[in-house]
């Protein structure tokens, strides 16, 4: 009885693991076929981003493909800071640990801000450098 016991936790166990499994890879498969029409394109499992041009569309990854995302232009920005823990940091001198924020300001003040987050600070400050560099030209 016991044995019956720890094979069926076992069995339920690896059928939780194949549906995370599969349900991460649908959300791959709707990423990659959404970024096809971006010049440049990032997933991570806190949101999407894709660059066209001096357009950014942004949003939180799903098992379908995103249509209707939020836009905006590098036009319209201000300034792109990157925040670690909701503070600015210094892009030549990056902390180790925390919760990296790319945070977008714009010229009209009315509009406010938008905070696109990531999972790692060293990716975060080369999406700020090639945005604001991108913003620039």
Request: neutral net charge; glycine residues 6%; without cysteine.
């Amino acid at each position: 009885m016991a044995r019956g016991l720890f094979w069926l936790s076992l069995l339920v166990v690896f059928f939780i693991l194949a549906w995370s499994g599969w349900n991460e890879y649908q959300k791959l498969e709707a990423y990659r076929q959404w970024a096809e029409d971006f010049d440049q394109a990032k997933y991570d499992i806190y949101a999407i981003i894709g660059v066209k041009g001096k357009e950014i569309t942004w949003g939180k990854p799903g098992r379908s493909i995103p249509n209707t995302l939020p836009k905006f232009l590098l036009t319209d920005v201000d300034k792109i800071e990157l925040l670690v823990n909701d503070k600015s940091v210094d892009l030549g001198n990056l902390p180790n640990k925390g919760k990296p924020i790319i945070q977008f300001n714009f010229i009209n003040k009315d509009q406010s801000s938008i905070n696109i987050p990531f999972t790692e600070i060293d990716l975060a400050a080369k999406w700020v450098k090639y945005l604001d560099n991108l913003r620039n030209v």
